[in-house]
């Protein structure tokens, strides 16, 4: 069956440094989103990449779309503890359904 | 707030128990979509209804079943509860039925089954 598959599983760094979290799939992705969930949150929706070898920038946020869309990756510089969180990369079937990946959870030591 | 409200926050129940969640969509959505989020299992998809139709069916027990109704709030009822099931239960609402169209999530219910 389909698996979306995220690593690393837990990251920590310090404030100020840099963290990528990569999401791959076993099947070609139709489009991916990404999802951030704070501590005791619900998700909340950041991008959606559509196009083979897209790159998104959110300030200090670069999503990118495999060439192959069997990946993809969040990179996020410079790290703020408002950073903290798990963030989700998500595939949407074609019913529309989101078939979220396992999730990275990011903590900021200050 | 994304504006997709639920209720209640927080249920306790026992085993065998059955429960209804509560979720109302963010005004002029159409379609609701409902997860269910637990340590072991991660965030799952577990049905949707678009327009008041069911549209979709992921990893949903037999036990669970929802509607949705002619306002468009929708209700998840979980039956003859397990330890297993106790996790967050997540509901988010979309516009329309289009794989480009954006979930937006409300706060959740967890639900702890004891």
């Known amino acids: 069956g389909q698996q979306v598959m995220q690593i690393p599983q837990y990251q920590h760094v310090q404030e100020g440094e840099d963290f990528t979290t990569y999401c791959n799939s076993s099947?070609?992705?139709?489009?991916i989103q990404w999802y951030k969930q704070r501590p005791g949150g619900h998700p909340v929706f950041l991008i959606q990449?559509?196009?083979?070898?897209e790159v998104k920038k959110q300030k200090r946020l670069t999503f990118q779309f495999g060439e192959a869309k069997k990946n993809s990756s969040l990179h996020i510089t410079a790290t703020q503890t408002t950073d903290v969180g798990t963030y989700f990369c998500a595939d949407q079937t074609g019913a529309n359904n989101l078939f979220f990946g396992t999730g990275t959870r990011l903590t900021v030591i200050p | 707030d994304s504006g997709v409200t639920q209720t209640p926050k927080h249920l306790i129940t026992a085993t065998g128990q059955r429960v209804t969640l509560r979720c109302s969509p963010r005004s002029g959505d159409l379609s609701v979509y409902w997860y269910q989020q637990s340590l072991d299992q991660g965030l799952q998809f577990l049905i949707q209804?678009?327009?008041?139709?069911?549209?979709a069916k992921g990893n949903i027990l037999e036990r669970f079943s929802a509607q949705q109704f002619p306002d468009l709030h929708s209700e998840l009822n979980l039956s003859s509860l397990e330890l297993g099931d106790s996790a967050l239960y997540f509901c988010?609402?979309?516009?329309?039925?289009?794989?480009?169209?954006?979930?937006?999530f409300g706060p959740g219910t967890r639900l702890t089954v004891l």
């Open positions: 988010a609402s979309s516009a329309r039925d289009s794989h480009t169209d954006t979930q937006y």
């Open positions: 209804y678009y327009n008041g139709e069911e549209r």
């Open positions: 099947t070609t992705l139709s489009n």
């Open positions: 990449l559509v196009k083979s070898g």
